[in-house]
Each structure stands twice: as structure tokens, then as C-alpha cells.
T-cell receptor, first 114, second 111 residues
Framework: EAGVAQSPRYKIIEKRQSVAFWCNPI?????LYWYQQILGQGPKLLIQ????????DSQLPKDRFSAERLKGVDSTLKIQPAKLEDSAVYLC????????????FGSGTQLSVL | EDQVTQSPEALRLQEGESSSLNCSYT??????LFWYRQDPGKGPEFLFT???AGEEKEKERLKATLTKKESFLHITAPKPEDSATYLC????????????FGQGTRLTINP
């Protein structure tokens, strides 16, 4: 079974530039999550999708971050404009319908904002 | 506010030296406590789910236990391949199901 795919693996940008991350979840998983993991910290949920709809985006900085999930499968997370404090690993995870019990994570995109 | 605190932040052991990692939580109405393992450059990998005080789960050299205020991850006779960061998370009961993670314990096993 293929895992959660993310790209790119690494990204280096200057502050005020924009960046986008892509995620392809495990086939058939209805729920998709984007987490932000700053060095030395645990993952923090940014946004959760159930199929096409947003279930929770309470911790998403909406003035600069946006996310969408097309046709209930792939998802993209965008930052525009980036700030220095956005430097982190952005993890995508997926789970079966309505289940938070077992999340499957991708390897993440490591973002450095200079 | 729901909080998860893990200790110690880092732990270095010799191969075969058993120890425990701690996860303390404050959440109104625990629905589930989860342990994940994270290797460098990888996403977290699911280990265990615990639902009620007194529950225990085992997998190879790892055993997770749960009380009303904390969980322990016991590592018996660890090997170098057990080196990783171990993350604890709690399921938040309000609204959509989501996990709140602790900051992790970075475990190093020296041969």
C-alpha cells in the first residue's frame, strides 16, 4: 500500500516570497490533515479536511496561509507572503473516514525562510 | 487549555538499559492518548492508542500505560534501532476530532 506522498522534500525561499506544498493521501482516506512542526516541537494542526470540506482551520494563519483539497483527494497548502517564523517541516497526514485513531504521515516538506 | 507535556526532553541510554518516558496531559474528558515514533527526516509513525486508565499496550520492547493524568512509555532492554523521537498526543473532545501533540522525547541508545 502506497503511503502519503508529499513534495517538494525541501524548499528554501526568501521572506515575503510565496511557496506551495502538495500532498497525495493514502487511497480511500477521506480525512486529510496539514501539520506544522517547528524544530524541537511536536506537530501542530493547521487544517483538517473531510473529503472536500474544511472541518477545522482554527489554527491556520488565514492572512497568509491557504489550503485546498481538490475532488477530495490531493491537497495543496500555500503560504503568501512567507515570514521567517514559517520555517518548519510541513507534514501531511491522512486517516480513514472519521477516524483520528491512526494517522498516516508523509515525510514532510522542510521549509527554510531566509 | 488542553496541554500535553513530555519529559525528559532528551534521554541517552546504553543498549540494554531499560527506562521510561513520561507524558502528562490536561484535557477535559480524554477520548484517547496516542504514542508515535518519529525518525529523523520522516513523519511520525503510529505506535499505540490508549483509551482508559489502567490500559496497557505492548509492541516488541515497548509498553505503554495510562493513568488519569499521565502515560508512560516503558522501553525494556533497548537496542540502537530504538533511537528516535517519541511523541505523545491526546484526542481533543471539542468539535472535530483532532490530536494535540507534546514536544516529544528524543531517545538515543548507544551500542
Amino acid at each position: 500500500e502506497a503511503g502519503v506522498a508529499q513534495s517538494p522534500r525541501y524548499k528554501i525561499i526568501e521572506k515575503r516570497q510565496s511557496v506551495a506544498f502538495w500532498c497525495n493521501p493514502i487511497s480511500g482516506h477521506a480525512t486529510l490533515y496539514w501539520y506544522q512542526q517547528i524544530l524541537g516541537q511536536g506537530p501542530k494542526l493547521l487544517i483538517q479536511f473531510q473529503n472536500n470540506g474544511v472541518v477545522d482551520d482554527s489554527q491556520l494563519p488565514k492572512d497568509r496561509f491557504s489550503a485546498e483539497r481538490l475532488k477530495g483527494v490531493d491537497s495543496t497548502l500555500k503560504i503568501q507572503p512567507a515570514k521567517l517564523e514559517d520555517s518548519a517541516v510541513y507534514l501531511c497526514a491522512s486517516s480513514a473516514q472519521g477516524s483520528v485513531e491512526k494517522l498516516f504521515f508523509g515525510s514532510g516538506t522542510q521549509l527554510s525562510v531566509l | 487549555e488542553d496541554q500535553v507535556t513530555q519529559s525528559p526532553e532528551a534521554l541517552r541510554l546504553q543498549e540494554g538499559e531499560s527506562s521510561s518516558l513520561n507524558c502528562s496531559y490536561t484535557v477535559s474528558g480524554l477520548r484517547g492518548l496516542f504514542w508515535y515514533r518519529q525518525d529523523p527526516g520522516k513523519g511520525p509513525e503510529f505506535l499505540f492508542t490508549l483509551y482508559s486508565a489502567g490500559e496497557e499496550k505492548e509492541k516488541e520492547r515497548l509498553k505503554a500505560t495510562l493513568t488519569k493524568k499521565e502515560s508512560f512509555l516503558h522501553i525494556t532492554a533497548p537496542k540502537p534501532e530504538d533511537s528516535a523521537t517519541y511523541l505523545c498526543a491526546v484526542q481533543v473532545p471539542q468539535g472535530a476530532q483532532k490530536l494535540v501533540f507534546g514536544q516529544g522525547t528524543r531517545l538515543t541508545i548507544n551500542p
